[in-house]
Nanobody, 130 residues
């Protein structure tokens, strides 16, 4: 069983929206930095947006890459122990596999760096097409 699991991917028309949940039964996500990443075929994973954990002075702060600003939003629900990626205005070039990852002790904007994370979900495919 993976320690993190993404869901909510699928086929969506251009201009559509999706919300991707990231769930875990192992980690208390409040204590961890959690990020959303995507990967295009043949390319390295890129950071989209992340949220700091309570273990750093930037607790609860969110950070976004330029590619995500204005369209993608990360949020954390402490009661449900879930982190979400809300995606709006989807474009065909957003088609990729989307991953969530979580890790302790990642301050600030470093939570956008994939190399800072050891714990990853298996990913969920998002396809934007008419």
């Amino acid at each position: 069983q993976p320690r993190l699991v993404e869901s909510g991917g699928g086929l969506v028309p251009p201009g559509g929206s999706l919300r991707l949940p990231c769930a875990t039964s192992v980690f208390t996500l409040d204590y961890y930095a959690t990020g959303w990443f995507r990967q295009f075929p043949g390319r390295e994973r890129e950071g989209l947006t992340c949220i700091s954990g309570t273990d750093t002075h930037t607790d609860g702060e969110t950070y976004s890459a330029d590619s995500a600003k204005g369209r993608f939003t990360i949020s954390r629900d402490s009661a449900k122990n879930m982190v979400y990626l809300e995606m709006n205005g989807l474009k065909p070039e957003d088609t990729a596999v989307y991953f969530c990852a979580t890790e302790r002790w990642i301050p600030g904007r470093l939570c956008l760096e994939p190399t800072k994370y050891d714990w990853w979900g298996p990913g969920t495919q998002v396809t934007v097409s008419s």
